[in-house]
T-cell receptor, first 115, second 114 residues
Framework: GAVVSQHPSRVICKSGTSVKIECRSL??????MFWYRQFPKQSLMLMAT?????????EQGVEKDKFLINHASLTLSTLTVTSAHPEDSSFYIC???????????FGSGTRLTVV | AQKVTQAQTEISVVEKEDVTLDCVYE???????LFWYKQPPSGELVFLIR??????QNEISGRYSWNFQKSTSSFNFTITASQVVDSAVYFC???????????FGTGTRLQVFP
């Protein structure tokens, strides 16, 4: 079935550095990718929607300059957390419409810890 | 506005008990989709079910069953004879027909003790 491969699964970085998270659709084309952030014991909050070949759409309150999203091809979307701070520590999950599960295929998530 | 409410933050049961997780949604649209996902401690989201607004038939899949009631805007999920492996956070989600965005509820953490 459809798979979205998300890497890395876990990353620890120092404050001030940037971290890139990749999501690849392995056997289907993802023209759209949703990026979520999940704080501990909280729900998934949609951060932005990336579309292949165009600018991402950010949800209210999400800093576009801090969370850079690129959707370079029909199979790859990336989220770069720039100048990371400890408050950016969270679980980030991507999701693409399409695939076997009646419309959504989720990546396995990236646990980011900023120290 | 669209909204999903999962009033139960956390539920604890003993193995073999039945447990129902509540989900209430709000939307003015007549066409929409409802989902349930399971999130085990590892973090990945596991799809459980999708139901569209025109299909009010209840569904049973093994120990899982879902009760969709448009009259009360509810889409409740019951686990029969719960097992320790059912311990996870369960999310209910809503999608409008004219968008791909999913609106998640706040989730219910289910703990099943042996």
């Amino acid at each position: 079935g459809a798979v979205v491969s998300q890497h890395p699964s876990r990353v620890i970085c120092k404050s001030g550095t940037s971290v890139k998270i990749e999501c690849r659709s392995l056997d289907f084309q993802a023209t759209t990718m949703f990026w979520y952030r999940q704080f501990p014991k909280q729900s998934l909050m949609l951060m932005a929607t990336s579309n292949e070949g165009s600018k991402a759409t950010y949800e209210q309150g999400v800093e576009k300059d801090k969370f850079l999203i690129n959707h370079a091809s029909l199979t790859l979307s990336t989220l770069t957390v720039t100048s990371a701070h400890p408050e950016d520590s969270s679980f980030y999950i991507c999701s693409a419409p399409g695939g076997a599960n009646y419309g959504y295929t989720f990546g396995s998530g990236t646990r980011l810890t900023v120290v | 506005a669209q909204k999903v409410t999962q009033a139960q933050t956390e539920i604890s049961v003993v193995e073999k008990e039945d447990v129902t997780l509540d989900c209430v949604y709000e939307t003015r649209d007549t066409t929409y989709y409802l989902f349930w996902y399971k999130q085990p401690p590892s973090g990945e989201l596991v799809f459980l079910i999708r139901r569209n607004s025109f299909d009010e038939q209840n569904e049973i899949s093994g120990r899982y069953s879902w009760n969709f009631q448009k009259s009360t805007s509810s889409f409740n999920f019951t686990i029969t004879a719960s097992q320790v492996v059912d311990s996870a956070v369960y999310f209910c989600a809503l999608r409008m027909y004219n968008t791909d965005k999913l609106i998640f509820g706040t989730g219910t953490r289910l703990q099943v003790f042996p």
